[in-house]
């Protein structure tokens, strides 16, 4: 499970930042590669990453301002190009399935695969055996979403060494086992599989956020959270305008990341009058809250493991 930054500026892109998209690559959980937002020239960055679009499963968009969707279009026509075959799922406020389509219809582009569209409201979105995504509705100039990506528990291993002390070879019995089945053997002895597994491994929590002025909303996207990627668009000098422009700032994010103890902190859409070195002001007044904060920057790639 990694995160891939592909672009990290605010509004338009600058010189060192593109606009918003961000890459959950989940390449061992599920062959597969989730993204977060579609800004501008996103498929030109994706040039310069081992990201595969054909293995984009999914794409999460978390509010329909240009700076987040107006790299989606040439993004999915490429994909044909590129050999995307597979069933495809953007989700997003109402009216993602009309920019889309309609970019499609004027341009006459052609896809070779399906698209579904699901127009969320909050709450789960997406479940299946190993993952939940959870939308929740923050505060913008329009509607906008974080989304909370949930890898449940993975059941513990199997201690295969402690079987073989135990006389039983490898076989079909150790799938039985693994299940937590009671097995009978040919000797007579009955093994409980429960008694063979180790402990569960806990599942990583992660969430991405919209852009959104700072309410009680962003509390509750951290709350149980090992990882947050948050807007951070202003410093801390600039909380009336982050507040009439519906943006946060660096302490208000770094402050919510410590009242609810997650791990670690990434801010991100970054106003292009930090350039630079001008961004560590937004760096150092998040870690004088937050300690475990890190500014994304373009291609910067994070791999989560479990806490």
């Not at 291993?157 to 076989?171: A, F, I, T, Y």
């Not at 930090?274 to 937004?282: A, D, I």
Request: aromatic letters at 10%.
């Amino acid at each position: 499970m990694k995160l891939v930054f592909l672009g990290t500026g605010a509004g338009m892109p600058s010189k060192g930042r593109n606009v918003t998209s961000i890459a959950l690559q989940l390449l061992e959980e599920r062959g597969t590669t989730w993204l977060f937002d579609c800004g501008e020239a996103t498929q030109h960055q994706i040039l310069h990453t081992n990201i595969r679009p054909r293995r984009i499963e999914k794409i999460f968009i978390t509010h329909l301002h240009g700076d987040h969707i107006f790299g989606l279009p040439g993004l999915l026509s490429s994909r044909t190009f590129l050999g995307g075959e597979d069933l495809l799922t953007i989700y997003g406020p109402k009216g993602i399935k009309e920019y889309v389509e309609t970019s499609f219809r004027i341009s006459g582009a052609y896809l070779k695969y399906p698209i579904q569209y699901q127009e969320i409201i909050e709450g789960i979105i997406f479940e299946d055996d190993t993952f939940l995504v959870n939308a929740i509705e923050l505060e913008h100039g329009v509607q906008s979403f974080g989304y909370q990506i949930i890898e449940k528990d993975l059941p513990g291993e199997l201690n295969v060494s402690e079987l073989k002390k135990q006389g039983v070879q490898p076989g079909p019995i150790y799938k039985l086992l693994k299940e937590g089945r009671t097995v009978s053997l040919e000797d007579g002895r009955v093994l409980n599989g429960n008694d063979f597994i180790g402990a569960s491994k806990k599942g990583r929590k992660i969430a991405i956020a919209g852009d959104t002025r700072m309410t009680e909303k962003s509390q509750l996207l951290a709350r149980g959270m090992d990882v947050v990627v948050h807007e951070s668009t202003f410093a801390d000098e600039e909380t009336k305008h982050a507040f009439d422009y519906f943006h946060s700032t660096s302490t208000q994010v770094a402050t919510v990341a410590k009242v609810e103890n997650i791990h670690t902190l990434f801010l991100t859409h970054i106003s292009a009058r930090y350039q630079g070195e001008l961004s560590n002001t937004l760096l150092n007044e998040a870690r004088s809250i937050f300690e475990n904060t890190f500014i994304a920057n373009d291609f910067d790639e994070f791999d989560i493991s479990r806490v």
